[in-house]
C-alpha cells in the first residue's frame, strides 16, 4: 500500500503537506489531533479492503468536552463522490464525534466504532458515485437492518458537522481549493424513508430541527414518528 505522506496530490501539494494542513484546521477548530489509526503503520497488511489509504485522526477529550473528535485524512487526497451532483466530484473528508464517559470499555468501543465508520466511508467514496451532502443517505442492504449491537439504527444520512468551531465545515488549500468535511451519521429506518420520500433537504432539515449532531448516540430517538410521517 502506498504512503500517504510520500503522495503527491492533484492540488501540487505532498500528502506530508496536505495532512499539515487537515492537523492545522482541526487544532483551530476544535483541538489538537494526533493519528490514532493508520493504513500504512498500524492497518498496514491487515487490511485487504479496496479504495486509497485512510488515516483516522482523533482530537481527545479536554475540559468539558467530553467526547473524541475522530476525522479522516487521505480521502481528500483525489476528488470523489457523485460526477451528476451539483458541484460535480469534491474533496471530502468525514467527522465523528464518539462520547467519552470514563468508563474505559465503553469509550474505547465508541471511539473505534467512530473511527471505523468514518474510514469506511473514506473509502467507499472513491468506488462507488456516494452522494455527499446533507440529507443524502446511504443503507448497505435493500432492506436495511439494524447495525449495531443495542440500536435499531440501519443506514446513514450525511449532515454537516455541527460540534466544532464555526469555519470547520470547509478548508481552503494554498490554491484555492476547497475540503469539506461530511458527517455520516447513523439513522433509524424511518429516517432512511423520510430521505428517499422527501428528499435529503427535508431529511436534513428534521435531522438539524431534531438537534442530531454528529455525536454518535445509539439510543436517541428517532426525529420523526410514523404516525406523523404521512403529514409531514
Same mark, same amino acid.
Given at each position: 500500500m502506498p504512503s500517504i505522506r510520500d503522495t503527491r496530490t492533484e492540488t501540487g501539494l505532498t500528502g506530508e503537506q496536505f495532512r499539515e494542513e487537515v492537523l492545522l484546521h482541526l487544532t483551530r477548530h476544535i483541538g489538537e489531533p494526533h493519528v490514532a489509526f493508520s493504513d500504512t503503520e498500524g492497518w498496514a497488511g491487515k487490511s485487504k479492503e479496496p479504495g486509497p489509504p485512510v488515516?483516522?485522526?482523533?482530537?481527545?477529550?479536554?475540559?468539558?468536552?467530553?467526547?473524541?473528535?475522530?476525522?479522516?485524512?487521505?480521502?481528500?487526497? *483525489?476528488?470523489?463522490?457523485?460526477?451528476?451532483?451539483? %458541484?460535480? *466530484?469534491?474533496?471530502?473528508?468525514?467527522?465523528?464525534?464518539?462520547?467519552?464517559?470514563?468508563?474505559? *470499555?465503553?469509550?474505547?468501543?465508541?471511539?473505534?466504532?467512530?473511527?471505523?465508520?468514518?474510514?469506511?466511508?473514506?473509502?467507499?467514496?472513491?468506488?462507488?458515485?456516494?452522494?455527499?451532502?446533507?440529507?443524502?443517505?446511504?443503507?448497505?442492504?435493500?432492506?436495511?437492518?439494524?447495525?449495531?449491537? %443495542?440500536? *435499531?439504527?440501519?443506514?446513514?444520512?450525511?449532515?454537516?458537522?455541527?460540534?466544532?468551531?464555526d469555519g470547520f465545515e470547509t478548508m481552503r488549500l494554498q490554491e484555492g481549493e476547497l475540503v469539506r468535511f461530511v458527517s455520516p451519521v447513523p439513522i433509524y429506518r424511518i429516517e432512511l424513508e423520510m430521505g428517499r420520500r422527501k428528499g435529503p433537504e427535508a431529511l436534513a432539515k428534521a435531522l438539524e430541527k431534531g438537534g442530531i449532531t454528529e455525536m454518535l448516540d445509539m439510543a436517541r430517538k428517532p426525529v420523526l414518528k410514523r404516525g406523523l410521517f404521512g403529514r409531514i
Open positions: 488515516d483516522v485522526m482523533v482530537v481527545p477529550p479536554e475540559g468539558e468536552r467530553r467526547f473524541a473528535y475522530v476525522c479522516t485524512f487521505g480521502s481528500s487526497l *483525489k476528488k470523489s463522490g457523485d460526477a451528476m451532483l451539483a %458541484g460535480g *466530484k469534491a474533496r471530502v473528508e468525514f467527522a465523528l464525534a464518539a462520547p467519552q464517559k470514563g468508563d474505559p *470499555k465503553a469509550d474505547l468501543a465508541a471511539l473505534n466504532l467512530a473511527a471505523n465508520t468514518v474510514r469506511q466511508f473514506a473509502k467507499l467514496v472513491h468506488l462507488q458515485g456516494v452522494r455527499v451532502a446533507p440529507g443524502e443517505t446511504v443503507q448497505f442492504a435493500k432492506d436495511p437492518q439494524p447495525m449495531f449491537d %443495542g440500536s *435499531k439504527q440501519s443506514g446513514f444520512a450525511f449532515a454537516r458537522p455541527r460540534l466544532p468551531a
